[in-house]
C-alpha cells in the first residue's frame, strides 16, 4: 500500500471515530484530511475533490473546524482562493478552551450545591462530588497544558519534534 493511500486510510479511521464521539463526519472527514495531508495547505477545492464531497459541506466544516481553532486560513500568495491547514498547537488550544466549560460546570456544582442545603443531603452530596471534580480538572489541566507546551518546544527545538 502506498504511503498516500495508507494516510488517506487513517485519516478516514480517525474520522469514524471522532463521528462515534460525537463530531459531525464530513467535520471531523475535513479535519483528518487536513491533519494527515503531506500538503501544507489545502483549498476548499482540494477538500472535496480528496473527499469526494460537495462545496458546502466543505464549508460548513471549515466554518466549524476554523471557530473551534481546528484550522486556519493562510494566506497563499498568488492565489485568489482561501488555503486551509491544520494549525501547530490545535490540541492544546482546544484543551486550554475546555477551561470556560469545566469552570461552568463548577460554578453550576457550587450553585447547586447551595440551593440543595449543603453536602449533608441526597442531592447536595452528588453536587458536592461534581464541584469537587470540575475544580480538581480545573486546577490541574492549565499547567499540565503549560508543562506539555514547555516539553514539546524543547523536544522541537532539539529536533525532535
Not at 119 to 136: I, K, N, W
Request: with cysteine; glycine share 8%; proline share 3%.
Amino acid at each position: 500500500m502506498n504511503d498516500d493511500k495508507q494516510l488517506r486510510d487513517m485519516a478516514e479511521n480517525l474520522a469514524l471515530i471522532l463521528a462515534q464521539g460525537g463530531m459531525q463526519k464530513t467535520t471531523a472527514r475535513v479535519m483528518t484530511s487536513l491533519l494527515f495531508s503531506q500538503q501544507e495547505t489545502m483549498t476548499a477545492a482540494d477538500l472535496c475533490e480528496e473527499l469526494q464531497i460537495s462545496s458546502g459541506a466543505v464549508s460548513g466544516a471549515v466554518k466549524q473546524l476554523t471557530q473551534s481553532g481546528l484550522l486556519e486560513r493562510v494566506p497563499a500568495p498568488g492565489s485568489r482562493r482561501d488555503h486551509y491547514r491544520f494549525p501547530d498547537g490545535a490540541w492544546a488550544r482546544l484543551m486550554s478552551q475546555q477551561n470556560q466549560l469545566l469552570a461552568l460546570m463548577s460554578e453550576v456544582a457550587e450553585r447547586g450545591l447551595a440551593a440543595a442545603g449543603g453536602p449533608s443531603t441526597l442531592a447536595g452530596r452528588r453536587l458536592a462530588e461534581m464541584e469537587d471534580f470540575y475544580a480538581f480538572i480545573l486546577r490541574e489541566l492549565t499547567p499540565l497544558i503549560d508543562r506539555w507546551r514547555t516539553n514539546f518546544t524543547t523536544k522541537r527545538e532539539a529536533g525532535h519534534g
